[in-house]
């Protein structure tokens, strides 16, 4: 199977194109067949590569197959090569579980969709550059997958691009994919500059050596490897949603609710958490990158989560939320604890799946809106959404033995825990701490007042909604059950190994060892303490939301709306961020625009290119035209003038090209050319002191004089046609020593 | 009497005709003007025949002579054949293209 690791990607390509080409002519189960089997199979292969096949390599590195040779031009050479260690493994693994389960929520959930064929087309897509991008052990093979999955995004985000809404939500999210992705990109040239490679394992190893011209100073005093890592990050924090570029995310939830399961849940905004977990070996050489991508991280999980208190449309919630728990992933990475952000990339994909898919059959319940004021009491209605809700919930305020509660804990101990920064830094390390627990806090709560005022109390619908309300299909509730299970006993995988003192027993973050190095080691009390805050957290952010939305909108939740009006006016319009952006850059943006439009467009290519050169066309076709008017008499005046031309032409005397001037000493011998044709006899005249006055003539061109000083002299030769009297001449500078 | 009198004469006999030809609208008078230009080459002929003491040149004006009957017969009846088509002879105004 070693050569076989290709076919994870090929394989949703294939569906891919299949339904591209044909999807519109397919019947609709042939269509879903096709896309959720060709996930499938990808699922399969890649379990089968990693659970039988990759034993026996991870200590080397992994499945590694090179397929072809990109570019080689120069110092550079890029080949396409495929990578499937424990780190890829488990994201393929991810991405194809996940992805299976959503192809089959999908098939209920549009259903009704006229678009059917093309949603599947995408979904495979985006699935086959996911792929691309997690296996890439090159990094402009990852760069492809990267941009891939950018694309699938948009695609799928404006799939309803009827509505212009959607159409620039998709917009919004390319183009800011698009700016992370430049440096991404500058991150990529400096790193080729400083090793001249741009292979994985190769960079790496430049990295680890701990010499070479990463460490150099490159600018500012910061080595060359602190801004190949910030750039980098930028790119991450682009594809991952981090401040300042995930206002794209929250706007993408105008796409259907399996991609914002898929895509904005559990996949590609994990791409940035899993670049920097695989780039670990370059963070881990500059502490200070590291503490910007935890502060970075601690900031946006704070910020967002405070956003989420206030909105009222159910994937919104989810939207900040997820920026949020990204957050939480960049501490677990840039704190040097990379198993513990993977494990928690791996713990979110589950729940966060299983809550937006909740969301999509809340939605599909209640009409097709997702207006929270709205709800209410649908725990009676739909008992199976609810369970499943019920679980993911707690498993995403980090309630013990659910999944999140663990990876959550792995988290905030390894911030508080990390050996990465010394002395100028160590105060990164508490602070992200204690940003994190705050955020944790806020995520129990705002995912808490979501549970209350959807599920509990009674329902503030209207009549013609609540007559409709019903619970879904088997093909959308069996996903998340399976989601639900993976949420509830995924943490199993990843028990701490300070708590029992038995590390072994952390089977999730033994199998990531040979990529990402073991897990932290953290104090057994620090361990202890930490689970402890974490449980007293949770609780407390459960309770005071049931304070303010047990059952519905009580008391308190009045009360403070009454007493802060701007601020939760503010909040809710998630810090005018948005409105800020437009302020600063997209109108300057939009004015050069405009401005360049009319400047470039209409004056310089439509006046003076298109019309001014058809103006000049006219004025020579006016011109010509006036030889052809169909008038005889003037057909005949231009005949005569051309009898005069070709008269003129007929009797002026044939001129050679150049005078062949050979210089000896004072001596000038000119010999220019075959001298008069049979037809004519010429009369060649020299005049070599420039005296105007004919020194030598003869028949024949060839003439000799002695000069008498030195100097530069111009010999002129005049060709006279005694016939006719019209004469040519021709000059020649020669200087004589 | 010297040669590049009579050539002189020719000459200009030419250049009237020519320029009849060019710039008359009347279609009579671009007929008379071509018969001009004949005449004229005709003295030529003469007058280099008289100096050079070859009278081919003699035999050639009666050439021209006879060419320029036959040509003026063809071109009058061209010209009557416009007349009828056109209802002018303005040569200005005889022409199909616009303008």
């Known amino acids: ?194 090793t001249g490679t741009l292979d994985i394992p190769e960079l790496l190893a430049h990295a680890r050596s701990g010499a070479g011209a990463l460490v150099e100073p490159f600018w ?97 919630v989810l939207a900040y939320s997820t920026v949020s728990q990204l957050g939480f992933m960049f501490v677990g990475v840039g704190v040097g604890a990379y198993g513990a952000g993977i494990f928690h990339l791996f713990t979110h994909a589950f729940f966060k799946a299983g809550l937006f898919l909740c969301a999509g059959s809340v939605m599909h319940a209640m009409s097709g809106s997702g207006d929270i004021t709205k709800m209410g009491g649908l725990r009676r209605k739909l008992p199976w959404t609810h369970g499943v809700f ?38 990164v390390a508490p602070t992200v701490g204690v940003l994190l627990l705050l955020a944790a806090l806020g995520t129990a709560f705002y995912m808490s007042r979501l549970y209350f005022l959807v599920f509990t109390g009674e329902s503030r ?39 029992f003192n038995h590390p072994e027993w952390n089977l999730f973050f033994h199998w990531l060892e040979p990529a990402v190095g073991p897990e932290m080691h953290l104090d057994h009390t620090l361990e202890l303490a930490m689970i402890v805050i974490s449980i007293v957290i949770a609780g407390g952010g459960i309770l005071l939301a049931y304070v303010f939305y047990g059952g519905g909108y009580r008391t308190p939740a009045h009360n403070f709306a009454r007493s ?45 290119l298109v019309h001014g050169v058809a103006l000049v066309v006219d004025v020579f076709a006016r011109m010509a035209r006036t030889l052809q008017v169909g008038d005889v008499q003037r057909h005949l005046a231009v005949f005569g ?34 001298g008069s044709p049979i037809s004519r006899q010429l009369i060649y005249e020299f005049d070599f002191d420039e005296d105007g006055l004919p020194d030598k003539h003869g028949n024949t061109p060839q003439a000799s004089f002695s000069y008498e000083g030195r100097g530069t002299y111009r010999i002129k030769m005049t060709v006279l046609d005694p016939r006719w009297g019209s004469s040519r001449s021709l000059e020649k500078t020669v200087s004589i020593q | 009497m010297p040669t590049h009198l009579y050539i002189m004469l020719s000459l200009v006999l030419f250049l009237i005709g020519a320029g009849g030809v060019l710039l008359r609208r009347n279609a009579l008078i671009v007929l008379m003007g071509i018969e001009l230009m004949l005449n004229a080459g005709n003295l030529a002929f003469l007058a280099f025949a008289r100096s050079l003491g070859d009278e081919k040149g003699q035999v050639f004006a009666f050439f021209v002579i006879a060419l320029a009957a036959a040509e003026a017969a063809v071109g009058l009846a061209i010209l009557v054949g416009l007349f009828r088509t056109r209802q002018t002879v303005n040569l200005d105004e005889a022409s199909l293209m616009r303008r």
């Open chain 1, 1 to 194: 199977m070693l050569f076989n690791l290709w076919l994870i990607p090929f394989l949703p390509f294939l569906g891919a194109a299949t339904l591209i080409l044909f999807g519109q002519a397919m019947r609709r189960d042939w269509v879903h067949l096709v896309a959720t089997l060709a996930i499938g199979a990808s699922f399969l292969v890649a379990a089968d590569a990693f659970f039988f096949n990759l034993p026996a390599v991870a200590e080397a590195g992994g499945l590694r197959d090179v397929l072809w040779t990109w570019m080689a031009s120069g110092d550079l050479t890029v080949e396409v090569v495929l990578r499937l260690d424990v780190l890829s493994g488990v994201m393929c693994l991810v991405i194809t579980f996940i992805g299976a389960l959503i192809h089959i929520y999908s098939a209920g959930y549009m259903s009704h969709d006229a678009d059917y064929a093309r949603f599947f087309a995408y979904l495979n897509l985006f699935c086959g550059s996911m792929l691309v991008l997690v296996l890439g052990d090159s990094l402009p093979v990852m760069f492809v997958g990267w941009e891939g999955v950018g694309l699938c995004s948009y695609l799928l985000i404006g799939f309803w691009y009827s509505e212009t809404a959607n159409a620039d939500a998709g917009k919004k999210a390319f183009i800011t994919n698009r700016v992370g992705d430049f440096g991404f990109l500058l991150g990529m040239f400096l790193l080729f500059y400083a």
């Open chain 1, 220 to 316: 500012l005093g910061m080595p060359l490897a602190f801004w190949a890592a910030l750039f980098l990050f930028i790119g991450a924090a682009g594809k991952s949603a981090q401040i300042p570029l995930y206002v794209w995310l929250p706007d993408a939830m105008a796409g259907p609710t399996p991609v914002s399961a898929l895509i904005h849940a559990a996949t590609m905004v994990t791409a940035g958490v899993y670049m920097v977990a695989r780039m670990g070996a370059l963070y881990a050489i500059t502490p200070a990158a590291m503490a910007i991508v935890a502060l970075v991280g601690a900031a946006t999980a704070l910020f967002a989560a405070i956003i989420g208190f206030a909105q009222n449309d159910f994937k919104k």
């Open chain 1, 390 to 427: 019920w679980v993911c919930w707690l498993a995403i305020c980090g309630v013990p033995i659910f999944s999140g509660f663990f990876s959550k804990d792995a988290i905030v101990a390894s911030a508080f825990g990390t050996h990465a920064f010394s002395e100028g830094l160590a105060w």
């Open chain 1, 461 to 499: 619908a209207d009549e013609h909604t609540k007559a409709h309300i019903h619970e879904s299909p088997i093909e959308m509730v069996a996903p998340l059950v399976v989601l639900a299970v993976g949420a509830a006993l995924g943490g199993l995988l990843g028990i701490p190994g300070a708590l």
């Open chain 1, 564 to 608: 802060f009006p701007r601020f939760v006016a503010l909040v809710r319009d998630k810090f005018r961020v948005d409105e800020l952006y437009g302020f600063l850059i997209i109108r300057p943006i939009r004015y050069l625009a405009q401005g360049l439009f009319f400047l470039v467009d209409r004056i310089l290519i439509d006046r003076i």
């Open chain 1, 641 to 674: 003038i051309g009898l005069l031309v070709l008269f003129y032409l007929a009797i002026k005397p044939p001129v050679p090209d150049d005078l062949n001037v050979t210089v000896e000493g004072v001596h000038v011998q000119v010999d220019a050319g075959e």
